[in-house]
């Protein structure tokens, strides 16, 4: 069973610039997570999916990310403009079901915004 | 806030010895999970236990749940080198079904 894919795996860019990020779930998966994780601290959750709908966004900083998932499969997370502390590993993953399941997690896409 | 956090935030082991961290919560929760993060291999889900369930156990893995305390134990028992890691707890606050991760444990075996 393939695992859950992520790309790019590193990503540089200055501050203001855009960027976006892609995951692919395990198949069948219902519900997709993307969690921000700033080095030596725990991932944060930014949002959560249960098929294409939104079940949690509450810590997702609206004002410059945004995230979908169309078709309830794939998912992009977007940062636009990307600011300095947006430096962080971004980190998707996928479960069977919404009542907090096993998650399996990608490898993660390490963001640097210089 | 965290909901989760784990404690000692550091723990350095030799290899066959045992090793134990904590994880306390402030709120009802619906399960707690267990995860462990190397380089290597990133996020990797070890154990889920229940908020009806007492003690679970995976392999050399021993983990315990006293919603009473609102705290939970994972236990490592003979550890090698590779368990070198660090160990997050995860629950979802208020039941919601919403994970929350710790801040985790950072876990060192010396060979």
């Known amino acids: 069973e393939a695992g859950v894919a992520q790309s790019p795996r590193y990503k540089i860019i200055e501050k203001r610039q855009s960027v976006a990020f892609w995951c692919n779930p395990i198949s069948g998966h219902a519900t997709l997570y993307w969690y921000q994780q700033i080095l030596g601290q725990g991932p944060k959750l930014l949002i959560q999916f249960q098929n294409n709908g939104v079940v949690d966004d509450s810590q997702l900083p609206k004002d410059r990310f945004s995230a979908e998932r169309l078709k309830g499969v794939d998912s992009t997370l977007k940062i636009q403009p990307a600011k300095l502390e947006d430096s962080a590993v971004y980190l998707c993953?996928?479960?069977?079901?919404?009542?907090?399941?096993?998650?399996?997690f990608g490898p993660g896409t390490r963001l640097l915004v210089l | 806030s965290q909901q989760g956090e784990e404690d000692p935030q550091a723990l350095s082991i030799q290899e066959g010895e045992n090793a134990t961290m904590n994880c306390s919560y402030k709120t009802s929760i619906n399960n707690l999970q267990w995860y462990r993060q190397n380089s290597g291999r990133g996020l990797v889900h070890l154990i889920l236990?229940?908020?009806?369930?007492r003690e679970k156990h995976s392999g050399r893995l021993r983990v315990t749940l006293d919603t009473s305390k609102k705290s939970s134990s994972l236990l490592i028992t003979a550890s090698r080198a590779a368990d070198t890691a660090s160990y997050f707890c995860a629950t979802d606050p208020g039941g919601s079904y919403i994970p929350t991760f710790g801040r985790g444990t950072s876990l060192i075996v010396h060979p």
């Open positions: 993953a996928s479960s069977l079901g919404q009542q907090q399941e096993t998650q399996y």
């Open positions: 236990i229940r908020s009806n369930e």
